[in-house]
């Protein structure tokens, strides 16, 4: 079974920042990766995806992400956050030939970012 | 296109009462789904349905059922609520062909049990 891991329930920074939200996952095969932003009481939109056309991603909001099979990771970064990026963020990942394209969702990171 | 839209957005229910979360998509989509969100959980699959007359369980199915009588709906049926249920369910959709295609969220329904 697949699973994702999200290092870091909540992640504080200031404005101007470097955001770095990490994102792990097992699976047996190379799987598809998402990231989605979460804005507060409003349901969940896709930032990026990977679909294993390149391995750095880039997003919606200046968003990127850079998947690393040796490492099994798909960190999501930003070289300057702002106030309105402050949502929570969640990584997901389908495994290919599943029937349905389920995903298998991350604990989530609530990003924070202070003035 | 209004996408995925759910209704109601809030409701309160006492233990035992039974209701029905609404979703609607206009995207012609054939995969739908219900999650439920709880805080630091993520989302976690309730039921899913490949197309109309074909539904299957997710994660975690118990306390739930759904039906699929339309492309277009997929309604979530809590028959004896209790308040392990209180969650805020989400209701996606997803077009049918490449593994990687997105699923399409709704707003959200708050659901609270007393």
């Known amino acids: 079974a697949q699973s994702v891991t999200q290092l870091g329930s909540h992640v504080s920074v200031s404005e101007g920042a470097l955001v770095l939200l990490r994102c792990n996952y097992s699976?047996?095969?190379?799987?598809?990766l998402f990231w989605y932003v979460q804005y507060p009481n409003q349901g969940l939109q896709l930032l990026l995806k990977?679909?294993?056309?390149?391995?750095l991603v880039k997003g919606i909001n200046g968003f990127e992400a850079e998947f690393k099979k040796s490492e099994t990771s798909f960190h999501l970064t930003k070289p300057s956050a702002h106030m309105s990026d402050a949502a929570e963020y969640f990584c997901?990942?389908?495994?290919?030939?599943?029937?349905?394209?389920?995903?298998?969702f991350g604990g989530g990171t609530r990003l924070m970012v202070k003035p | 296109n209004a996408g995925v839209t759910q209704t109601p957005k809030f409701r309160i229910l006492k233990i035992g009462q039974s209701m029905t979360l609404q979703c609607t998509q206009d995207?012609?989509?054939?995969?739908m789904y219900w999650y439920r969100q709880d805080p630091g959980m993520g989302l976690k699959l309730i039921y899913y349905?490949?197309?109309?007359?074909?539904?299957d369980k997710g994660e975690v199915p118990n306390g739930y059922n759904v039906s699929r009588s339309t492309t277009e709906d997929f309604p979530l049926r809590l028959e004896l609520a209790a308040p392990s249920q209180t969650s805020v369910y989400f209701c996606?959709?997803?077009?049918?062909?490449?593994?990687?295609?997105?699923?399409?969220f709704g707003p959200g329904t708050r659901l609270t049990v007393l």
């Open positions: 349905s490949v197309g109309a007359g074909i539904t």
């Open positions: 997901a990942v389908s495994d290919p030939g599943n029937a349905g394209n389920m995903l298998t």
């Open positions: 699976s047996s095969v190379p799987p598809y």
């Open positions: 995207m012609n989509h054939n995969y």
């Open positions: 990977y679909t294993s056309a390149a391995t």
């Open positions: 996606a959709s997803s077009p049918r062909g490449e593994w990687y295609n997105e699923q399409f």
